[in-house]
């Protein structure tokens, strides 16, 4: 099992939600996060004032999947959700050595 752990722009969050549904992905959590990466954020100017905005709204979305399922996974996200900018986002792949559904015991894909 794999646990993706994808971050994106805001305005992707429907997007990669058809992704995961389509690719069967039981269950998914998502966290708005701030953040920022190459893209370093901007330099606006308000009433006179510069500020600099270094912390930029991301989301966070988190599933445990199959290991087949991960790999396509990735492959849609990759291809979809990419628009070529910086900021598009990452996703981290972590194995999973267990998942336990607490209200059965079942343990493995089929807590899944």
Do not use: W
Not at 45 to 62: F, I, S
Not at 67 to 82: G, L, P
């Amino acid at each position: 099992m794999k646990k993706l752990e994808i971050i994106i722009k805001p305005e992707r969050l429907e997007s990669l939600k058809k992704i995961l549904e389509g690719c069967q992905a039981n269950g998914i959590m998502i966290s708005n996060i701030m953040g920022y990466g190459n893209q370093k954020g901007y330099t606006q100017m308000y009433r006179g004032t510069t500020y600099v905005v270094n912390l930029l709204p991301k989301v966070k979305v988190e599933t445990v999947v199959p290991e087949e399922t991960a790999e396509a996974i990735i492959d849609q996200v990759v291809k979809e959700i990419n628009t070529g900018n910086i900021g598009d986002g990452k996703i981290f792949v972590y194995d999973v050595q267990d998942a336990i559904r607490i209200r059965t015991g079942e343990h493995g894909e089929e807590a899944l």
